[in-house]
């Protein structure tokens, strides 16, 4: 499908399904090289939106590793609401992991400063940020918390898809599209 409707929106495709596994495939490849010899990472995946990355990024892992899943909300609507809410915590104890945290999309960062602190009261060996997608231009804490792996970058617009919502619709595409205005 080249355009879709959410409620009251439109989007068109802007990242196909192909290029969206491509990109998934070489986070993986790196990941693999990273962390081959690093006893039983554990993947914190950022529920609602990452569950999709998360699934596809685990097929492609050649090492052990578990995964586990914690819930956070700081949007409503189209934008932003600049505060994060906890709604499902962690199942298990972190202390001394190597922690690498899944998200489906990195713009402001405010999520992954917030997961980030926790993981530092939570006293792990190390953490590291995996996301599908990173907004450079509106990432507020470059030189603060490094994105160590960005499946891809794209411009400051508002998409759904692969996870993604607009009000809880969308996530079920295969391809990524954007807003059209």
Known sequence: MNRIKL????FRLF?????????????????????RNIPNPLFLSVLNGSFMFSAHLMKYLDFNSEISFVRLSSYSGTSTTGEVKQ????????????????EDIV??????VELYNMMK???VADVKIC????????YQYSGKISIDYAALEIPNDFIVGFGLDY???????????????
Not at 20 to 28: F, G, H, L, R, T
Not at 107 to 112: E, L
Not at 132 to 138: F, Q, S, Y
């Open 7 to 10: 409620h009251d929106k439109y």
């Open 167 to 181: 009000d809880e619709l969308g996530r079920n595409f295969k391809d990524i599209y954007v807003l059209d205005k």
């Open 131 to 138: 996301t599908l997608l990173l907004k450079p231009e509106a």
């Open 15 to 35: 990242i196909p399904n192909e290029k969206i596994e491509e990109s998934i495939i070489n986070v993986a490849q790196k990941l693999n090289r990273d962390y």
């Open 107 to 112: 713009d402001t960062g405010g999520t992954v």
């Open 121 to 123: 009261k939570q006293q």
């Open 87 to 102: 709604m499902l915590g962690f199942d298990r104890p972190l202390k001394g992991r190597h922690v690498i945290i899944l």
